[in-house]
């Protein structure tokens, strides 16, 4: 979102009003930028995020693009890549606090 904030003509990539979903302009294979259809795609990696069962990612996800974002202070990245598997795994598990039995009676 910092990205998408410092380079506003990629505001197109987000900000589709009608899109086909089922057929992409980009091309990955074009190695000429300029012929690779960038800006005719979208961030459809988005809406799969929107959804993350991780709800910091999805909050984020819903938030670019949204008006009161632009007003927002950037984010600090180091929040979100300091964070290893194991370290959201253990927040998660301290977060729920409620223990499933493993055996029952």
Do not use: M
Request: charged share 30%.
């Amino acid at each position: 979102s910092n990205l998408l904030r410092k380079h506003p003509e990629c505001a197109c990539l987000y900000d589709r009003k009608s899109s086909d979903e089922l057929t992409d302009a980009f091309l990955p294979q074009e190695n000429d930028p300029t012929k690779a259809k960038a800006l005719q795609s979208s961030l459809w990696e988005l809406v799969v995020l929107e959804h993350h069962y991780y709800a910091p990612v999805s909050t984020l996800a819903k938030s670019i693009g949204a008006p009161e974002e632009a007003k927002a202070p950037p984010h600090d990245i180091t929040e979100f890549s300091s964070h290893t598997y194991k370290s959201l795994f253990d927040q998660e598990r301290k977060k729920r606090g409620k223990k499933t039995p493993l055996t029952f009676h």
